[in-house]
């Protein structure tokens, strides 16, 4: 029988009430949430333009939390060290971004951080198989990046599946995060199939309550 990890909850502050994000960030963090998810976008990789690492250096001492920072920006080797100063715990970055993606990782990993792959709904997750050792997460998309509360998609799940396989064959340690339309009625299929790491937007931001939305998604 596998044995029932803990699910770790990383809001993310994209459907948060910008005019307000210290307030924001605190609820999440009284309310249960182990991670924040920072969610940047250069409008050019996806189709929206959100914060960058001034906002993130800007929350920075006003909250503990740990800082999970999806980057969907083209070429974001860039752009690594302001996201290391601005103090980001996880830097992802997205497989179709990079030029060389190992060197982009490479580079996270040499700055003291931990580093994350993601992957869109297009892309194999066999794809980046031979980056794994060097990963601490991987993303998996369940939404096309780029807006919170869309519909999940469900057929992302059996990459969650495959993930998890393929961890204990080669007897890795990288967290799985999922990432887009995760809620409440989704949450126990996704940990069944191996997701540790659950981001969610609308499933908490949109709720008053938000320990209790954070409570729910862990089951
Ligand atoms: C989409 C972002 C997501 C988004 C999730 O591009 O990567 O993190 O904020 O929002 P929900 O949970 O509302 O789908
Ligand atoms: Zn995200």
Redesign the pocket.
């Known amino acids: 029988m596998k044995e029932k990890r803990k699910t770790v909850v990383s809001p ?1 502050i ?2 948060a009430d910008f005019s307000r994000l210290r307030e924001e960030v605190r609820a999440v963090e009284a309310g249960g949430a182990e991670w924040l ?1 920072l ?1 940047v ?1 250069d409008g050019a990789f ?1 189709p ?1 333009i959100s914060f960058g690492a001034p906002v993130i250096r800007a929350l920075r001492p006003h909250t503990g939390i740990f800082f999970d920072a ?1 980057l ?1 920006i083209r070429e974001p080797i860039r752009y690594l060290s302001d996201f290391v100063s601005a103090g980001c715990d996880l830097i992802t970055v997205h497989a179709e971004a990079c030029s060389n993606v190992k060197a982009t990782l490479e580079a996270i990993r040499a700055a003291g951080k931990y580093a994350g792959l993601s992957v869109k709904p297009g892309t194999p997750v066999e794809g980046i198989f031979g980056l794994l050792p060097l990963l601490h997460t991987v993303l998996v ?10 519909k ?1 998609m469900p057929e992302m799940v059996e990459k969650i599946r495959v993930l998890d396989r393929e961890r204990q064959r080669r007897s890795l340690s990288y967290l799985i995060e999922v ?5 409440s009625g989704n949450a126990d299929l996704l940990r069944e199939a191996g997701a540790d790491v659950f ?8 709720k008053e309550d938000k320990a209790a939305a954070i409570a729910a998604l862990k089951g």
């Open positions: 993310s994209l459907a998810h969610d976008m996806v929206n999806h969907m998309m369940t939404v096309e990046p780029g807006f919170s509360g869309q999940f990432d887009g339309g995760v809620f981001v969610a937007g609308n499933a908490v931001y949109g």
